[in-house]
């Protein structure tokens, strides 16, 4: 208590001490105000990159793979049935603003060479595809699907061996406007013509290739009602959060079988990207680490350099516990310039390279950070701070009054 | 007539309040099986209003005794009284109140704070006392003007010469009117002229102020500035010799 009082006594002196002693030497000032903002950089923008890619991983899988909400059909059945009902009934669910019904089959291409690449056939309706992919924007040569497109087929860029990224697939010595040969699951083969090939340099969607209904009509010798039946559907909806409450009306509708959100649904993938994101975090807590011993060392430093200087003042009267006081308050302002300092570092970098994203192989990697980020990692350093600043502090309070000035 | 002029100086001398008040004080130092004794037990008082000189050749002790008196380090055995307060029993926050308020303490080295310009330095201790702004900064001026430095308040100590740096330090000593300025050798590192000038403004203080004075000394051209030397040898006591009445002595 007598402690406490003491310590309240001698805030004034404290803070006066402080300042003067923070702005006496400007440079150790500085040097510690930008260790500790580049620790919250290290700290924040790691991690911002991993949540971007995640984000962007994410995003091309919703767009290509799964959509929002993926609709499969139940365990025991091939197809979902009476698809146009349920398009209708989907797209009248507030937040759905697209759906695209997909008939998955196996397919081989043969080029002009007899190279062969199997790959998965999507059965689309090129304008309901479009509201619910992004297949449209993706085309990188040639041009996209019309609804009454027959004898043309889309091809993925990974199994050209033109436009692919890398070597995953077996590929085909094709390009836009060329011919090819496709042997469908039901023994049919026939030459098609390439209307384009789209790519969004991501290694999970850029494999398959895409034909109209109108075409794979002719080719699985179907009508209007027996082509009214679908592998998946995928809903695309408004933004990303709103897919629990579209299933729930989904679920009202009557509308059967097995429907994933596509967090459910990338399994794996959405775990692997989880795993990077904790590998990040990983990251910043090391770079937190090493901004934590530079600041420590450096106040140590710092301190050392003062034993003279603390002798002297206990030896004038100035009680320990403002002396302390004013180390501590010296950490407290290191941590918020510094803090800031990182803060406005990072904001700025951030903020170039939303404008300029960072080119990846998976593509333009624009850095996401959480607000929580920037407060977390701001507490820590400031926590950090105080802490580097109190112990070599205190260590030397307690020093002997003489061996502190003559031993100093 | 001499032994009547003594009769007369005693009785002025009892008359004295007695500010210090030391007994059988000894400090031993240790290292490892080493026993050091730099004070073996000494005993003396000091009145208020006394310009006292402690003297000895270099490691008699004189230091030790003037960092016991100043509450800078803990005797190993003696009392030391200061104004009527028995220091040894006070707490570690009470032996630093009492520092800020009675005490007063000047350097060898100066031991100005460096990131303080010589206003600042000087007026800390009455910050640190809770003292208004206005009173302390009009007060670390004046004494400031004392020492001749009203041109140099807002030089930092590295911009001043040594004997500069000693006047800050003796104002900053000064400032808070203790009851006893203790000086360790405050002219050693200083040039003549400069030890002069500090010199003559302790006595200054001491004549005019009446500031009771502890200063350690070895430089035998300064008892004249003395009232009384007391003289260690060895970590005892020597010689208590009252230099005023040795002056009347010699007329």
Redo the contacts between chains.
Sequence with gaps: M??FK?II??L??AF??AI??L??KKKMLIMIVVIIGLGFLSTVFSTSVIMGLKFQVEDKAIDMMTGNILIEPKSDEDYIQNVNEIEKKALAIPGVVGISPHINRGVILTDKYGTKAPTQLKVIDPEKEATASSLRENIISGSYLSKNTKGEILIGADITKKYRMQEAFPAVDIDAGEKIMVTFDNGVTKQLKVRGIYGQNFVATDFYVFITKEEAKQVFNATDEEMNIATEIMIKTKERGMEKAVIYKLKQFGITGRIWTWQEKLGVLSQFTDSMLIVSQLTGLIGIIIAFATIYIMIYINVLHKR??IG?????????E?ILTSYVIQSFFYGVLGGTFGFILTKFIIGYFTVNPIIMPIGEVVPIVESSNYIISFSILLASSLVAGFFPAQGAIKE???DA?FRG | MLYLEVRIMNKKTTRKRVLIKVQDLAKHYTMGSVVTKALKGISFEIYEGEFVGIMGPSGSGKSTAL?QL?L??YPTTGEIIIDGVNVNRLS??DR??????K?G?V?QQY??????TAL?NVY??L??L?KPRTYYLKEAKSLLEKVGLEGRLSHHPYELSGGEQQRVAMA?ALVHKPAILFADEPTANLDTDSGKVILELLKHFNKHFRQTIVMVSHEPEQIKYFDRVIRIRDGLLEKDTNIKFNKRDKL
């Design positions: 007598l402690r003491k006594e001698g004034d002196v006066f001490l003067k002693n702005l006496f003279t200087q002297i003042m206990k030896a004038m009267g100035i009680n320990k403002t002997n009054i003489l000035i | 960092h100043g800078l380090d570690e926050i630093s109140y009492f520092r800020l308020n005490i303490y350097f031991r100005n704070i460096p990131e303080l600042e800390l201790p910050r640190m809770g900053r």
